[in-house]
């Protein structure tokens, strides 16, 4: 026989008026108790980013965030194919149908 606890279920309500905050930027620190992960929209040829919204973890929490992360990229690369990242970090930009370096 099993002492161990069942699953709880919980629900999550998402309020009607909910809005999205679009972020192609993260600055993360930390400390002993927290993982603090700072989310913002960098537009091109604009020198200055502002942060838009902060989430402070506990590491335990954090840890648990990134293996969700990687099952969830895990599960959409199966789906749509390998995310590829150039040197920089950045996935490629789009070409939209043609190569840009060919433009003169």
């Known amino acids: 026989m099993s002492n161990k606890p069942k ?3 919980i629900q999550i309500e998402i309020p009607g008026d909910l809005r999205p905050t679009y972020a192609n930027f993260a600055v993360i620190n930390h400390s002993y108790n927290e993982i603090v992960i700072d989310f913002a929209h960098i537009v ?9 919204n902060r989430m402070v973890l506990t590491p335990y ?3 648990l965030l990134l293996q ?5 990229l895990g599960n959409y690369e199966k ?3 390998e995310i590829k990242l150039r ?3 950045l996935p490629e ?9 060919l433009i003169h």
Request: aromatic share 6%; glycine share 14%; hydrophobic share 30%.
């Open 68 to 72: 969700a992360l990687q099952t969830n």
């Open 44 to 52: 091109p040829g604009v020198p200055k980013a502002r942060i838009l």
């Open 61 to 63: 929490h954090a840890k």
């Open 87 to 89: 040197g920089t970090g």
């Open 93 to 101: 930009p789009p070409t939209m149908g043609f190569d840009p370096n």
């Open 7 to 9: 699953p709880q279920q």
């Open 79 to 81: 789906r749509f194919g």
